[in-house]
């Protein structure tokens, strides 16, 4: 076990030293305030503070962590073995950086509650974020940054022991459109007949027409073949759904018909299913609760996971809500429009209220990004960008989430790399 002596336990220590030590690595630790204790205590150990006590393992302490409320700190990013690092430390320490105070600015979205400007929707960009302006977004450093630590440590105490973990592929599929033609109601589809004859579009008519007769499969129900794939996989699959107020009238469905509700059935028998909050009542908690019931009544089973539609955050008024309705994990994490590790981390973490200073029981997922973030480029490079993340989270043994599209498996020409890194690269590649 690894003691680890501080002067004052707070509760963004707590928090941090739970995630790189725990989380991460799987150490058994424990922290004392009783210096005769530490001093007498004859196995690994370590001391967090200004100075060191004496010869022990000792990391220079930064004041972020003691501190409460916001604070523009001061930031230099400077480089550091193959990544980077923040809040330099002495050169008595054995860190050159304080790698806990560091994460924990990354983990508690510390710089989405100071002034920045925010995008046409409200959100926070990734243009604005530290990462992205110092070149360490593609980068999962407060794991990097954990194993560096237990390098050190381990060159002073080699009987230093912990829990290894392994590496976990989850795919989260947004479901927003199951539908293309299906189950878009008398007057939808009679405009969309309309829009067709008036365009000229006649193949596309001819193909509504095929799919509301029973004579051919709606292009966007790609759920059945999702299913085929995952059941012989270890990749985790979860497919989310929008029961509420779509962004746009297109995306707005009546989710009580039973096409819609024999589709979630469906994935249920199966899968993980997931509840897509509407981008208009993301602070509505009523509303939260009344969709969170909904879908509990067509799956039989309690809501565990969630998101936010166009992945609105709106730091901390959400999460706040999805703890109290007793969500326990939101994809929600990451930029739409860019591949990245927007808290820093490839590892599951707690969602750390900082108006409170409190940890909360929500796990906040760390997805990379999602395919519309790669629109628009050419397969091979696509295929690079997968690729690059993908290693980086194997190489940590952290987890590595990405989220499609139920309509990036229509097998299309276009669609043709999704389908291929979905069901070669996670799904294949995890049996």
Request: proline share 4%; aromatic share 16%; charged share 25%.
């Amino acid at each position: 076990m690894l003691l680890i002596y501080v002067v004052k336990i707070g509760p963004r220590l707590d928090y941090v030293f739970k995630h790189i030590c725990g989380r991460i690595l799987g150490l058994e630790f424990e922290f004392t305030t009783n210096l005769e204790h530490f001093i007498a205590y004859h196995g690994p150990k370590m001391s967090y503070g200004r100075a060191a006590l004496g010869n022990e393992f000792f990391v220079q302490s930064h004041d972020l962590l003691f501190s409460q409320g916001l604070e523009d700190w001061e930031i230099h990013v400077r480089p550091w073995r193959e990544s980077v690092g923040f809040f330099a430390t002495g050169e008595s320490g054995a860190l050159p950086f304080d790698i806990f105070a560091a994460s924990f600015y990354l983990l508690s979205r510390y710089e989405e509650y100071l002034p920045h400007v925010k995008d046409e929707l409200g959100r926070f960009p990734y243009t604005e974020s530290l990462a992205w302006q110092h070149g360490f977004l593609s980068q999962p450093v407060v794991d990097q940054w954990a194993y560096y630590f237990w390098d050190e440590l381990r060159g002073v105490f080699p009987e230093a022991q912990r829990i290894k973990r392994s590496a976990k592929n989850i795919v989260a599929i947004e479901s927003k459109r199951p539908f293309e033609f299906l189950n878009r109601g008398f007057l939808r589809t009679a405009v969309g007949f309309f829009s067709d004859l008036y365009k000229l579009r006649f193949g596309r008519l001819v193909w509504r027409a095929q799919v509301l007769l029973g004579l051919r499969k709606d292009p966007y129900d790609t759920f059945k073949w999702i299913i085929k794939l995952s059941k012989s996989s270890k990749t985790q699959v979860i497919l989310f759904f929008l029961l509420g107020e779509g962004y746009t009238f297109r995306e707005t469905l009546k989710t009580s018909r039973q096409g819609f509700v024999n589709v979630i059935k469906l994935v249920a028998d199966y899968l993980e299913v997931g509840l897509i909050l509407s981008y208009h009542w993301l602070s509505d908690l009523p509303r939260l609760l009344n969709e969170k019931q909904q879908l509990e009544s067509y799956t039989h089973r309690v809501l565990d996971s969630s998101f936010n539609d166009r992945q609105k955050i709106q730091l901390p008024e959400v999460y706040r809500n999805l703890v109290e309705a007793e969500i326990s994990r939101d994809y929600s994490m990451y930029y739409f429009n860019k591949f990245g590790f927007r808290s820093g981390t490839c590892t599951p973490f707690l969602f750390y209220d900082l108006e409170y200073e409190v940890k909360t029981p929500l796990e906040l997922m760390p997805v990379v990004g999602k395919t519309l973030a790669l629109q628009g480029k050419s397969p091979g490079e696509i295929e690079k960008t997968f690729g690059t993340f993908f290693d980086a989270v194997q190489s940590l043994q952290g987890h590595f989430i990405m989220v499609f599209s139920n309509r990036d498996f229509e097998p299309t020409k276009d669609n043709k790399i999704w389908r291929y890194l979905f069901s070669e690269k996670l799904i294949k590649r995890a049996r």
